[in-house]
């Protein structure tokens, strides 16, 4: 089961420079467990030392925030994009 994960600028440096993989798993968790396997870092980058997605980190699965699906535990299937999208904070 191959999912697309587009990864950010500014976590490239992590995937040596690439803006997507293809990753195995059955849910969102396991997929962030087969990122930091093959990518150690990005774990921490992404969630929090309670196992929780960061507040400043966003993941959407095909265009809908997973915070509004089951979160880390959302299914996946073949074929299915992920986005790693970090907040932005600004003003005028």
């Known amino acids: 089961m191959s999912v697309t994960v587009r990864i950010p600028g500014p976590l490239r440096k992590i995937t040596e420079g690439?803006?997507?993989v293809q990753m195995e798993g059955e849910d969102l968790s396991q997929l962030i467990s087969?990122?930091?396997?093959?990518?150690?870092g990005m774990?921490?980058?992404?969630l929090d030392d309670n196992g929780e997605l960061r507040?400043?980190?966003?993941?959407y699965l095909n265009n809908e925030d997973i915070r509004f699906l089951d979160g880390l535990k959302t299914?996946?299937?073949s074929g299915d994009e992920i986005s790693i999208v970090?907040?932005?904070?600004?003003?005028?």
């Open 18 to 20: 690439a803006d997507k």
């Open 34 to 40: 087969a990122l930091e396997a093959q990518f150690p």
């Open 43 to 46: 774990q921490e980058r992404l």
């Open 55 to 59: 507040y400043f980190v966003n993941l």
């Open 75 to 77: 299914a996946v299937k």
């Open 86 to 92: 970090p907040a932005v904070a600004g003003g005028c």
